[in-house]
Nanobody
Framework: QGRLVESGGGSVEAGGYLRLSCATS????????VCWFHQAPGKERGAVAV????????VYGGSVEGRFIISQDKDEATVYLDMSELKPEDTGMYYC??????????????????WGQGTQVTVSG
């Protein structure tokens, strides 16, 4: 059973930077897609960025492209989300999710089999 543990959330001012980490175990990290989702208060969970751990291909949602970078460390089976130029609308819970079927829409939550518990990001200003 896959297990994902997020960390790195916190409170920052607008324009600031945070690095989120998603430590994974229990599935083949080298053959997976790992995605970060954002859920703002009172809103549905939306996909932020995904990485294919085989090819390294990365895809971003439109609101974060140019500000966020998703990356992987295969030795640590960990996926990172570097978040720059943070805005108040980036506030919310950030979840990482993983799937090993390698099919399905990357932005669609039901595509993913394994989920973390989330980490809170609060951007003020």
């Amino acid at each position: 059973q896959g297990r994902l543990v997020e960390s790195g959330g916190g409170s920052v001012e607008a324009g600031g930077y945070l690095r989120l980490s998603c430590a994974t175990s229990g599935f083949d990290f080298n053959r997976a897609r790992v995605c970060w989702f954002h859920q703002a208060p009172g809103k549905e969970r939306g996909a932020v960025a995904v990485i294919n751990t085989i090819s390294g291909v990365r895809v971003y949602g439109g609101s974060v492209e140019g500000r966020f970078i998703i990356s992987q460390d295969k030795d640590e089976a960990t996926v990172y989300l570097d978040m720059s130029e943070l805005k108040p609308e980036d506030t919310g819970m950030y979840y990482c999710a993983a799937e090993t079927k390698l099919w399905g829409s990357w932005w669609d939550p039901p595509t993913y089999d394994f989920w973390g518990q989330g980490t809170q990001v609060t951007v003020s200003g």
